[in-house]
């Protein structure tokens, strides 16, 4: 029994759900998401709430209940409220600035590295050192998030790079003079 994939999902009022052959389609106040639907697993609307149930008692399909209820509830959440992701820049002459749909990062590199933000996605620069990137799609979010602190990931002896902002850096001891 997978206690998540029982769960239903209670549609708030702005959000609106639409399930079809085999896929399912989420509108809210701030867009629309939708996604396909796994074999073995239906999805029916029925007096305000989604219901998530296996047609099939497979093992693959018993693993997989609990992962489209997940995902069917993130699509709810993120046209009703939206995700974000907060990272840090730290380090001496670190910097990050946005033109248009391009972020141009200045990390410590010999040229400024040039990155260019997805559709579906908002990226807002704060003090030049804090970038918080919101958008409705979960996934999207997560990928860009870890797309840009892939450039310069943080270093163990000084913390210089890019950080998750609730991420925290073993810290290692430097050389010590003999």
Known sequence: MSRIGNAPIVIPDKVSANV??????VKGPNGTLNTGLLAGVAVEVKDGQIVVSRTVDSPETRSQHGLVRSLINNMVQGVLEG???????????????LKGKELILSLGFSHPVNFTIPDGIEVKVNKQTELIISGI??????????????????????????????EVIKR???KSAA
């Open 83 to 97: 995700f974000s992701k907060t990272l840090e820049i730290n380090g001496v002459g670190y910097r990050a600035e």
């Open 20 to 25: 079809k052959a085999d896929s399912i389609e």
């Open 137 to 166: 799609d979960r996934q999207l979010v997560g990928e860009t998030s870890a797309r840009i602190r892939r450039l310069r990931p943080p270093e163990p002896y000084k913390g210089k790079g890019i950080k998750y902002s609730d």
């Open 172 to 174: 290692k001891a430097g």
